[in-house]
């Protein structure tokens, strides 16, 4: 945990002073008085194209004791990510973005061992379909592309990579703000990796410009469960979430984890905002790797 902590220290000290030393400005934007969303860090993006920096933080309790073929076996113990997105905008319809990429710190205190390692590196593009400034509303279409590059130790590194498209709105109402997402997992080896669809949703308000409370929902479920020969994917009767995809021979046993946070962001400086939330999962917690979940970041747009 303490070198996941530095990691994100290092990254927000370097991204601030960049920010800092950058031109804020753009011209007044419709858009600009909205926020991104915090949870679901690797498909949850937001409908907006901007150039930014993201840099993202979770500690994640895992659970007492999780159902697999052999029986509820205690886990306990915690998770850590800490990660980095870069999304480039072309212009106001369409950008390039890498995402995904962090280090990852798996650290149960029963039945598995403490591992750590590099997560993939996702890459992608989006575009807006729809970006009407009058009706405040945004329709965007992502396609991103998973690397299997990573640390096998922490679950990451599976198959050939995976392919992810989604759809995301964005809709304003006055100080409100509405995002949804719908998408889904799409492995290059089915056997690897399960196939899975994703959908997130972000409410906020726009308090004075500064602060932005935030509720979100998230929802992940097994379409297709793979059949990877590795002991944790052999025995687990669910999958990992948006973090990690076990590739579980029996995640279609629990084919749906539903999450729930509450949080809030805070526009330190016109071009930076600092975001918490606490989630949990609303579906069994032995039936997925969350207990619950802290959500950190720092957004800062250039």
Not at 230 to 238: C, M, Q, R
Not at 242 to 251: K, M, P, T
Request: charged share 20%; net charge negative.
């Amino acid at each position: 945990m303490k070198k996941s902590a530095c990691i994100f220290a290092a990254i927000f000290c370097a991204a601030t002073l960049f920010a800092a030393a950058a031109h804020a400005g753009s011209d007044n934007n419709t858009f600009d008085r909205f926020i991104k969303p915090l949870t679901n860090p690797v498909y949850f993006d937001d409908a907006r194209n901007q150039t930014y920096v993201h840099v993202y933080h979770a500690i994640q309790t895992l659970p007492d004791k999780i159902k697999t073929r052999l029986g509820r076996v205690p886990l306990d113990g915690d998770l850590t990510l800490t990660a980095l997105r870069i999304n480039y905008a072309i212009n106001d319809r369409f950008s390039i973005l890498a995402g995904k990429d962090g280090y990852i710190n798996f650290n149960p205190d029963d039945t598995l061992k403490h591992e750590e390692g590099w997560g993939d590196i996702a890459v992608g593009a989006k575009y807006a379909l729809i970006y009407d400034k009058k009706n405040e509303f945004i329709l965007c279409g992502k396609l991103m592309y998973e690397f299997s590059q990573g640390s096998r130790d922490v679950y990451q590194g599976n198959g050939s990579g995976n392919f992810a498209p989604s759809l995301t709105f964005l809709k304003g109402w006055d100080k409100f703000e509405f995002m949804g997402m719908v998408g889904g997992i799409i492995p290059v080896e089915n056997e690897e990796e399960s196939t899975m669809m994703f959908d997130s949703w972000h409410a906020s308000y726009n308090f004075m410009d500064k602060i932005f409370p935030l509720i979100e929902l998230n929802h992940f479920w097994v379409v297709r469960q793979a059949e990877r020969k590795e002991l944790v994917a052999s025995i687990a009767n669910f999958e990992g979430g948006d973090v990690i995809n076990l590739g579980s021979q029996h995640g279609a046993q629990n084919r749906h984890l539903v999450t729930m946070a509450a949080g809030s962001r805070f526009r330190v400086m016109k071009n930076i905002d600092l975001g918490f939330a606490y989630e949990f999962p609303l579906t069994s917690r032995s039936t997925s790797l969350m207990d619950n979940r802290w959500n950190f970041d720092v957004v800062v747009h250039f």
